[in-house]
């Protein structure tokens, strides 16, 4: 190469130097790139001042084009206060805008305290009646069973407590063929029959039951119920955030008609009442007693509800035990007076069964039965024909 070349490749490093010195390269000015397995740094030195074309150089040949080593170490240092220019042109430009959400893992599933995974199954298509299949990955932990869809956005979800659950059956066996015939249907006590299908080449279906069975009915496996594994902590005790004589303050009561009593304080009287009860001032406790002996699992008639003006009330209890043989009770048929008595705008009782008749009858057998009017003065008997929960639940 001539002295003039060599003289003019100088004198462009000399030029580059200089316009680095004064505000540094420009982000285009500078790139990295890889050939035949070795990484280098290219220098554009954009156009003269003369208005010369642009010419490159790589950082090995200004390394050897320049007349000493402090000229190599000036301009690797102008290259990397470059790359700190560019690194903060970017961050700037970020600047103001809320950063991204980390990507959700699809098998990630909200757990309680004390909440443990016990068993998961993927490619599980769920039937829903209203929206149609939807495939996805189910879970089920000692608390919940809980079902993610991986083919619809934004994902359908399904949470549902097993402490709903009232009866888990198999769908299919082995030589089931068709589409969706082999799984397992969930019975629940809100009314819902969920049910999964399940591919038999996955053997998902076996550990998924059986982990249902156990967490559903925990009693029946000797174990202890999840609020026991619940390690959360609360702000306040949960055992006096309902206090019943504050909600019976809150109605109104007591008052000359009707008064609290404390006699189930033990819950010796009625083990599914509560222990603080209102019932008719005009009945003693030694009253209650008598009228819990004729009422099933002694569920006397006992107020829920009183209108704040016209103290109209609706009080429920249990069905009367009559029998075949038409038994009475007159402390019974004395204390339901004493409910419509309450009332001095009223002068009639409407005992509402909710029972069709013919339950009502059928049950005579089994020393139950409803109250006959002609033993209830002023009361008439209405039967609401709503069958028992199991029939509801099946249908």
């Known amino acids: 190469m001539s002295a003039a070349s060599e003289d003019r490749r100088n004198q462009e490093i000399i030029d580059y130097e200089e316009k680095t010195s004064r505000g540094g390269a420009s982000p285009d000015e500078l790139s990295i790139h890889t050939e035949t397995g070795k990484t280098s740094t290219s220098v554009d030195s954009g156009p003269s001042p003369s208005g010369t074309p642009r010419s490159t150089y790589s950082e090995h040949d200004l390394a050897q084009r320049s007349d000493s080593p402090e000229m190599s170490l000036d301009l690797q240092s102008s290259i990397s206060a470059s790359s700190e220019n560019?690194?903060?042109?970017?961050?700037?430009?970020?600047?103001?805008?809320?950063p991204e959400p980390p990507p959700?893992?699809?098998?990630?599933?909200?757990?309680?305290?004390?909440?443990q995974l016990q068993a998961r199954a993927r490619d599980v298509t769920y039937l829903c009646p209203y929206t149609g299949p939807s495939r996805g990955t189910l879970s089920v932990t000692n608390y919940k069973l809980f079902f993610r869809s991986i083919d619809r956005e934004p994902p359908f979800i399904l949470a549902v407590p097993l402490g709903v659950v009232t009866r888990i059956e198999k769908v299919g066996g082995a030589t089931s063929r068709g589409e969706n015939s082999y799984g397992i249907e969930l019975f629940c006590k809100d009314m819902r029959n969920l049910r999964f299908a399940h591919k038999q080449e996955n053997h998902s279906r076996r550990i998924v039951c059986e982990k249902l069975q156990i967490f559903a009915f925990p009693a029946s496996h000797k174990l202890l119920y999840f609020a026991f594994h619940n390690e959360e902590v609360y702000s306040e005790n949960g055992w006096t955030t309902y206090d019943p004589i504050a909600e019976y303050k809150r109605q109104g009561l007591p008052n000359e008609c009707w008064r609290i009593t404390r006699i189930n304080e033990s819950y010796e009287l009625a083990d599914t009442y509560p222990a603080i009860l209102c019932v008719p001032s005009g009945a003693s406790d030694d009253d209650i007693q008598q009228v819990a002996h004729f009422r099933s699992r002694g569920r006397i008639p006992v107020i829920s509800w009183i209108h704040p003006e016209s103290h109209a009330t609706i009080t429920r209890c249990a069905q009367p035990l009559v029998g075949v043989g038409g038994k009475r009770s007159k402390d019974d048929e004395k204390y339901v007076q004493m409910i419509l008595d309450s009332n001095p705008q009223s002068h009639k009782l409407c005992i509402m069964d909710a029972r069709p008749n013919v339950n009502a009858v059928a049950n005579k057998a089994k020393g139950g039965g409803y109250e006959s009017e002609d033993d209830y003065q002023n009361a008439e008997v209405i039967f609401l024909d709503i069958h028992n929960i199991h029939v509801m639940r099946e249908r």
């Open 86 to 98: 560019i690194a903060s042109t970017e961050i700037k430009s970020t600047q103001g805008e809320e």
């Open 104 to 115: 959700r893992k699809m098998d990630d599933i909200p757990l309680l305290a004390g909440e």
